[in-house]
């Protein structure tokens, strides 16, 4: 059974959230531990985005990668321009969003766009 320990910085440490499963003798299932640091200006905008929500590009992304069964990862071109409105289709692991914009539906990551906010 393999071990390993793994180093992580963060600036405040009241951000911090930890998770602990514990080692269970039976199964021979090791700890998990999970630590996720954010701050909470990131978490409050994270939790407006769901599917379908809609989205505006901030920063152009240096590649893209399709969203299709077979993806296709390509320089972005002036494919996808800040200002770009789109709507998230779905989420992916690790702030990884699938966003269907008026070119087709890529694999952008959460830092790229922001929520659009409607004013009605």
């Not at 969203?67 to 200002?83: E, F, Q």
């Not at 779905?90 to 699938?98: G, H, I, M, Q, V």
């Amino acid at each position: 059974m393999a071990f390993s320990i793994s180093a992580f910085s963060c600036s405040n440490p009241s951000d911090v959230q930890m998770q602990l499963n514990s080692f269970n003798l039976r199964t021979r299932k090791p700890n998990a531990h999970i630590i996720k640091c954010e701050s909470k200006e990131e978490s409050a905008r994270r939790s407006k985005l769901e599917i379908g929500s809609p989205v505006i590009i901030i920063e152009a992304p240096k590649m893209v990668k399709t969203a299709a069964s077979v993806p296709c990862l390509r320089v972005n071109s002036g494919l996808i321009k800040p200002g770009d409105v789109g709507r998230i289709v779905s989420r992916k692991p690790k702030d990884l969003w699938a966003v269907r914009l008026s070119i087709g539906t890529y694999l952008i990551d959460g830092k790229y766009f922001k929520a659009f906010e409607v004013d009605e």
